[in-house]
């Protein structure tokens, strides 16, 4: 279990740090958080090719549990604050563990399809459930509306909507842009690990 400290603690200083960066906007549509969360799709990749999908659930589950810890310490019980960790957490579990089983699915074909992939679908499933629960407070039905239920264009340049929806495929963007950024290290660092344990 040692071997897979690093990935643990990756995955906890990730979680940790995107319930944080969600929480503060760059420009007017999209969040800190979106910059760091999709290094976690890396880190399971790297786990998942190197040690298998075992390990790489393990590695998933440790992480989720010490950064949630951490989050709702920082969360000093406030209910918005314990809401957006609920969100990440519960869309980081799943995601996670369908970014498992993609990957291990496609682990027979070219190097870059199970990474590329598996991050796409895990991608999609952490913004749909992340936005879904931390705002679902303010979705349009809803009589108490925040500042994520402000009527903003989408993105800045389409059909006007709800804030928080705009914040959503913005997110889900910068992420298909990082998994395709991210075959870079991962084949690096699986390079690097294989080529380590095979000196062993």
Same mark, same amino acid.
């Given at each position: 279990?040692?071997?897979?400290?690093?990935?643990?603690?990756?995955?906890?200083?990730?979680?940790?740090?995107?319930?944080?960066?969600?929480?503060?906007?760059?420009?007017?549509?999209?969040?800190?958080?979106?910059?760091?969360?999709?290094?976690?799709?890396?880190?399971?990749?790297?786990?998942?090719?190197?040690?298998?999908?075992?390990?790489?659930?393990?590695?998933?589950?440790?992480?989720?549990?010490?950064?949630?810890?951490?989050?709702?310490? &920082?969360?000093? !019980?406030?209910?918005?604050? +314990?809401?957006? *960790? /609920?969100?990440? @957490?519960? #869309? %980081?579990?799943? $995601?996670?563990?369908?970014?498992?089983?993609?990957?291990?699915?496609?682990?027979?074909?070219?190097?870059?399809?199970?990474?590329? &992939?598996?991050? !796409?679908?895990?991608?999609? +499933?952490?913004? *749909? /459930?992340?936005? @879904?629960? #931390? %705002?679902?407070? $303010?979705?349009?039905?809803?009589?108490?509306?925040?500042?994520?239920?402000?009527?903003?264009?989408?993105?800045?340049?389409?059909?006007?909507?709800? !804030?928080?929806?705009?914040?959503?495929?913005?997110?889900?963007?910068?992420?298909?842009?990082?998994?395709?950024?991210?075959?870079?290290?991962?084949?690096?660092?699986?390079?690097?690990?294989?080529?380590?344990?095979?000196?062993?």
């Amino acid at each position: 279990m040692t071997r897979f400290l690093p990935g643990i603690l990756a995955m906890a200083a990730i979680v940790a740090a995107s319930n944080v960066l969600v929480q503060f906007t760059v420009g007017d549509w999209l969040t800190w958080g979106a910059f760091t969360y999709p290094v976690a799709f890396l880190v399971t990749d790297v786990m998942n090719r190197v040690y298998g999908a075992r390990a790489a659930r393990q590695v998933v589950l440790a992480g989720f549990v010490a950064g949630i810890a951490c989050s709702l310490v &920082a969360a000093g !019980l406030q209910a918005t604050t +314990l809401r957006i *960790a /609920l969100a990440s @957490g519960t #869309a %980081f579990l799943v $995601a996670q563990m369908a970014d498992v089983v993609v990957f291990d699915a496609l682990r027979g074909g070219r190097w870059w399809r199970a990474p590329l &992939a598996s991050t !796409l679908v895990g991608s999609a +499933l952490d913004t *749909a /459930l992340f936005f @879904g629960i #931390a %705002f679902s407070a $303010a979705l349009p039905t809803d009589a108490n509306t925040g500042w994520a239920n402000e009527a903003v264009p989408l993105i800045g340049q389409g059909p006007v909507t709800a !804030l928080w929806v705009s914040l959503a495929l913005a997110d889900w963007l910068v992420k298909l842009c990082l998994a395709l950024l991210a075959l870079v290290p991962f084949r690096m660092i699986v390079r690097n690990l294989l080529r380590g344990r095979a000196e062993c």
